[in-house]
Each structure stands twice: as C-alpha cells, then as structure tokens.
C-alpha cells in the first residue's frame, strides 16, 4: 500500500469530521429563536449572546419587536447561549446541534430571585460600550487608601492626578494630557463639581462613598451634555438598596492627618430605601519634613454629609432624591502664620479658605411595563457654592482676597425608544442650565486714577448664563459586529448665541475578541480665568485677564483597540488607544511671555493649540491570585504663547505605569505595589529666583527648563477577617522629594515667591494605617 493510499481514510475521517463546522461556517449560518416571558408574551430587547471557552463573548444580539434573534456562530465551537433580559431571571441554554437551530426561550420574572452574590471580576475595560471605557470597581478602589475622590486614582493609568501648588495641597486630574476641566465630571450621571469648585473639587467626594468609577475616553454622548471635550469622569455613588447596611472606615496617617467615614443604608420596604453617607478629615498638626519653614500640608477640617432616598414601584416607575452639605477649612503658609492677630497676612505668609457647598439632585424614570427599552427621565440638580480665601501677596498694599459665589441649576428630560426593532434605539430630550458667578479678586493696591466704577471692573466678575438645549441620539446595532452612535445638540447660550455640538462614537468588532472604537465630536465650555488657575494665587505673579473672554471650542478625534486574549489560560486585555484634541480657541494661561504676570486671554488669531495622547495598556493574571496592570503613556500638549508654540508647563511627555495586586485565597490577605514613572516636564520658573531658570522669551523650547525624571512606588496590605478589614500602606517609598518646591520660600513677600511650580513629591515618605468594618 502506498502513503498516499494509506492517507485516504484519514483525510475523509478530518473532512467528515469538520462538516458540521463548515456547516456553521457558511455565510448565513446562524441559531435562530424566539424570546417569551412566563406569560408567553414576546420579549423584544432581550441580550442572547455565546458563552465561550474561557468567558469570551462571541457576537451578541438582541430581539426584536417580535421577540426574534438570529446570532451567527462564532469562530470558536460554542453549544451554549446565554439569554438575559431586564426584568427577568438570566438562563443558559444549550443549542442542538445542526446548522440552523430554531430556539424557543421562556424567561422567568425577576421576582422570584434571591440574594445573588457575584466573585466574578468585572472586565476593566467594558466589551459592550460604544465609547472607549474603563471602569473603576469598588474592589479597586481598596487597593489604596482612597480618602478621597483624588486618591481614587492611583492605580489606574488613564488619568494623572497632581499636586496643583505647594501651599494649598488641592489636587488636580489630567485627562488626555488635559486639566479636568475639559473632562465632564458627573456624579450619578448628572454634571457636577463645575465652575468654581474646580481647584478643590476632588476633595469634596470621599472615597467610601463611590460604588465605581467610569472613565470614558474621546468626546462622549450628547445627552451628557455640551463641555466634555477630552473625555468624561463618572462616579457612582453607593446605591441604597445595593450597598451593606453599614460600612465603617477610619484612617490615619503618620502627617497626623486623620478620616473618618461612614455609610448606613436602610432597606425600609421593598420599595424604599436610603443611604446616608458621612465623611469628616482633619488635619491640626504642623509638619514641615522639607525645611523649608512651610507647612507641607494645610491645616484643614471637612465636614461631608449626603444622604439619598430611593423609591422603586416595581412597575417601572424609580425615582432618586439626594441632599448634601460641605463645610471645609483651611489653613496653610509658613509654621509662624496665625490667622486672627494683628496684620497676619504681612507678618508672615499664609493663606486661609472657607467654603460652604450646598447640593440636591433628583433622578425620576419610568419605563413602559412589557417595553425595556422605551423610558422617559427627568434629572434636576441644583448647586449653591460660596468660598473666601486670602493669600498674603505684598507687604506695602496687604493681603490677596479671592472670593465666589455659585449657583447653579440644571434639568434634563430624556426619553429613548427603538425604532422598528432593537437594533436601532433612539435617544432625544430638552436640557436646560443657569449658572450664576459672583466672583472678587483684589489685592489692596490703590492707583490715583482709580473711580469706584474703574476698582469694580477690575477687582469683580459677574456672569448669568441661560441655556436652553435639545438633542437627540440615535444608535445602530446590527447584534453582531457593529454598533455606531450619532448624536447632535443645539443650545442657545444668551451670552455666546447659538452653538451645535455633533459626536460620534462607532464600535466595530474585527473579531469576536478584538474591538476597534472612534470617535469624533465637538466640546464647548466657557472658562472661569481665575478658578481655572488658582494655584497661581500661592505665588508673586499678578492676573492679567483679557477683556474679551471668548468661549472655548475644541474637536476631539481618536480611537482604541481593545484585544481580549489569554495567558496561561487565563484571562488578559490589550488596549491601545490615540487622541487628538484641536482647539478653535482656548483660554491660554501663559505663564511664559512675562514670567511676573500670568496672561490669561484667547487664543490669539492664527495660533495653534492642542494635545496628542497615545497610551498601550496591558491587563493579564499570569497566576491565580495575580494581577498585572501595566501602562505606557506619550503627550504633546502645546499651544502658541506669544508667536511661539510651546509645550504646556508641568505636563511630563512620557509616563510608565505599573501595578501588581495578589489576593490570596478568598481575599484574606491582599497586597498591592503601584509604580509610576514620569519623565521631564517643561517649568516655567520666575527668573527673580536668583538661579537664573527663567524662560528667555524668544528663544523656543531650547529656552526652557525641565524638571528631572523620577518614580513613585506605593504599597499596601490588607487583611480581611469577616466583617473587619485592615489595612496598612506607604506612598512614596522611595523617599523622593522635589528640591525646593516653593521658591525664595525664605523671602515669600518677594517678586521671585513661586509655590505653583510643584512636579513632585512634598512632604517625602508617607505612611498609613486605617481599617473598614462592614455589616452587610
């Protein structure tokens, strides 16, 4: 017998074999089926989609107005379908085999459920959303102290958090390489923290209280509204009826700087539900580790408190309402400042705020009984923002005082639908927003020229807006490999007159684990000069603002592909993503053209400005137990000061990100090490230093100075007993500090003082201790 003969039988056994896969392969193969309720009724909008070896989903689809699917094989061998609709108990079906199965799936109500406890972990990076999302779980954010919502980012490479000056410790994020105020900050998806609570907003959430944290990329949904123009930063508050009944946190710090925390949920029927959320830090202990007479830290005390109320008719009708409260204080400068005795301000330096912020939102939404995906909502929130703060500034004309007051109104009313079937959903709604700014910057100083009417225009700011908005948005997904979103509003600003606003999102899945995301839009906001740069109050330069602000415009381009894979059998993503953020024009702050001034004004005619982001990000769990975390990250942020096109100062071009976290066997002990790397970053010191770092105007970057390149190492431990965690951690590891973060800090009343040009670390090593007790 010959080999070739010998090779027959087992080439017609291989092609037999693969029949019923190259059946399946055909173009049209797919399962077919029909979705009903326990009435029989048809359930349009239930998700069916594969359940694959290793948990990754294959194409996915939805019913349509007849309750019908048709879901094409995946690439891999699958026999199981996973169906799941709102309202309805999720079920696992197995598919006969054949090329075109015809499935008939009954769904049981959701009433009959119990208590479900889910240990799977989320994917971080979401497989389903249209928009580049990454999500921050509440198991992340244990993974380091996280008193606040600043702090909620240390373990993630998305975001860069930094100290915005060396006197006042407020924290500011970057997104995209730009300052959160092009990112859309919303709390339960209602705008928030806006305006004039900027330099200080990432302290007034505490950490405790956020369920998770969504981080979408690129311009996002219309309905969000108008000023997201580098991404959106959502957090989830803690919902009544999901959160423990009570969870307790308190941490301390080797600063002396203490939290404390609480959050009690009360499940008073089926229908009803609240959760109070309590939070107080305080901070009474001078530290100055560096020397350099300042304290390290502000003194500070905050009083935090929200409370929501949840109603859930169990006919589709939910409605949300919250209250809260802050009172915070703060006090820094040099050790010798006390506030209260004669002439503080010129006897030593030092700078003291006061704010009191008042909120109340509401969230009501109804959703047709037997329809998921029709609803109509209406969301309302309200803000009153009042602050002082005095910043000692010269000698001969007195101390600095900045002052504002905000209020704010916001409604939406939203509704979306489908049109024919699932897969094309619509969403439109009327918005409308009042901002009201009252704001007083002076410093004493007095001009023989100067008229009542002359000392108002120049020492206060007064801005109402009114804006009546419409939008809608209109989606496609053809429930196997492509999903785009086209959105378009129009608002009429009283102030600025008409302004469009187009987005565009698309996903388009090259394969069943591998997604491509774009995105294109347009981002509008007025800025607010001084709120927007008020870490230049902590220094010896003066404002000068434009006297014809105009409106900031800007369109955003980029995209991501996300690639889930395995390694050793074990789930990972790959993400890399790139953004382009143009702008039309922009408030610049230049702080290069004449170092004793900040210039805030437009874009000047002609100029350029504008930020590229490219980040790779890499997630695996080579080990049970294990997880890695690692980041890469390029900006070239710029814009043109004066005739030159500069790079943005404080703005590091390269950034590396590491995190490994262990948890052992049902998380009794958990460990985390977080690693974050950052390369030079243009400065733009005072020449009046007497080091002779001052930027040469004219002489393009070669003129600049850079500060050096150093890392951060963070780590924690936790043990976890039943109802008892506790932890213990250390920022900074390392013990690196930034030489002489304040400049001329002996001679504060001078024309070279400069406190905002801080790159790195303070105070050095920090140390902490704190423990969670939960009763759920």
Not at 9 to 23: K, N, T
Not at 145 to 156: I, R, Y
Not at 703 to 724: H, S, W
Request: charged share 20%.
């Amino acid at each position: 017998m010959t080999i070739a003969s010998g090779l027959r039988p087992r080439l017609l056994v291989l092609v037999l074999g693969c029949l019923p896969l190259l059946a399946r392969a055909q173009s049209g193969a797919a399962a077919r089926g029909e979705v009903h309720g326990a009435d029989g009724a048809p359930l349009p909008g239930a998700v069916v989609r594969w359940l694959l070896p290793g948990g990754v989903g294959g194409p996915t689809g939805t019913t349509g107005a007849a309750g019908t699917f048709a879901l094409p094989f995946p690439a891999q061998a699958s026999k199981r379908l996973i169906v799941s609709a709102l309202g309805y108990v999720a079920d696992t079906v197995a598919v006969p085999a054949g090329p075109t199965p015809y499935l008939r799936i009954s769904l049981r109500g959701g009433a009959a459920l119990g208590d479900v406890a889910v240990t799977a972990r989320a994917l971080a990076y979401s497989s389903k959303s249209v928009g580049s999302m990454q999500t921050i779980s509440a198991r992340d954010l244990t993974k380091s102290a996280c008193c606040n919502l600043a702090e909620s980012f240390e373990t993630n490479a998305a975001v860069e958090v930094s100290t915005a000056d060396a006197v006042s410790g407020a924290k500011q994020i970057q997104l995209l390489g730009l300052d959160g105020a092009y990112s859309l900050l919303t709390i339960d998806n209602q705008p928030a923290l806006r305006g004039l609570s900027a330099p200080y907003r990432l302290g007034y959430l505490a950490g405790p209280w956020i369920g998770s944290i969504d981080i979408i990329k690129g311009t996002g949904s219309v309905v969000n509204g108008y000023e997201g123009i580098s991404g959106q930063v959502n957090i989830q508050l803690k919902e009544p009826d999901l959160t423990d009944q009570l969870l307790l946190n308190a941490y301390v710090n080797d600063l002396g700087k203490f939290d404390l925390n609480a959050v009690a949920s009360q499940r008073f029927n089926k229908k009803w539900s609240n959760v109070l959320l309590l939070h107080n830090d305080y901070l009474g202990n001078r530290v100055d580790r560096n020397g350099d007479g300042f304290l390290d830290l502000p003194l500070a005390n905050q009083l935090n408190a929200y409370d929501k109320l949840k109603y859930k008719s169990g006919t589709g009708l939910v409605a949300e309402l919250g209250v809260g409260a802050i009172r915070e204080t703060r006090q820094g400068g040099q050790l010798n400042f006390r506030e209260g005795i004669a002439d503080s301000y010129r006897a030593a330096y030092g700078t003291n705020q006061t704010t009191h912020r008042y909120t109340a939102q509401a969230r009501t939404s109804y959703t047709w009984p037997g329809r998921p995906f029709q609803s109509l909502g209406l969301l309302v929130n309200g803000t009153s923002h009042d602050f002082t703060s005095t910043y000692s500034f010269r000698q001969d004309s007195g101390p600095r005082q900045y002052d504002g007051h905000q209020n704010t109104g916001q409604a939406t009313l939203l509704f979306q639908s489908v049109i024919g079937d699932a897969r094309h959903t619509y969403r439109t709604g009327l918005s409308f927003l009042y901002d009201d700014y009252r704001e007083h910057l002076g410093d004493g100083r007095s001009y023989l020229t100067d008229t009542p009417a002359i000392v108002d225009a120049r020492e206060n700011r007064r801005r109402t807006e009114r804006v009546p908005g419409a939008f809608a948005e209109y989606t496609y997904n053809n429930a196997h490999n492509l999903t785009a979103a086209l959105g378009l509003r129009t608002d009429y600003h009283n102030l600025y007159g008409w302004q469009l606003t187009p987005r565009f999102n698309l996903k388009y899945d090259v394969a069943p684990a591998t997604a491509l995301r774009v995105s294109a839009g347009r981002g509008f906001r007025v800025p607010n000069p001084i709120a927007d740069n008020a870490a230049m109050l902590a220094s010896a330069r003066e404002y000068y603002i434009g006297p014809k602000l105009r409106p900031e415009t800007a369109w955003n381009l980029g995209g991501s592909l996300t690639q889930y894979f395995q390694v050793l059998g074990r789930p990972a993503t790959l993400v890399l993503d790139y953004y382009d953020t143009v702008f039309k024009n922009q408030l610049v702050a230049d702080m290069y053209t004449s170092p004793q001034f900040i210039i805030l004004d437009n874009l000047e005619p002609g100029a350029r400005s504008f930020a590229r982001s490219a980040q790779a990000e890499v997630l695996v769990e080579p080990l049970k137990g294990l997880q890695v975390k690692a980041a890469y990250k390029w900006l070239d942020v710029r814009s043109t000061y004066d005739g030159q096109l500069l790079p943005k100062p404080l703005t590091p071009q390269n950034r590396a990100f590491l995190n490994l976290g262990y948890a052992s066997a049902f998380d009794k002990w958990r460990a985390d090490l977080t690693v974050q790397w950052y390369g030079t970053r243009p400065l733009a010191h005072l020449p009046a230093d007497g080091s002779n770092l001052g930027h040469a105007h004219g002489t393009g970057t070669t003129g600049l100075y850079y500060a050096p390149r150093y890392a951060a190492v963070n780590a924690q431990v936790t043990r976890a007993f039943k109802r008892l965690e506790i932890y213990v951690g250390v920022e900074n590891l390392t013990n690196f500090r930034q030489p002489d973060p304040i400049q001329n800090a002996a001679t504060p009343f001078s024309s070279g003082f400069d406190a905002a040009m801080v790159w790195g670390p303070v105070y050095g090593r920090l140390t902490y201790a704190g423990l969670r007790y939960r009763l759920e």
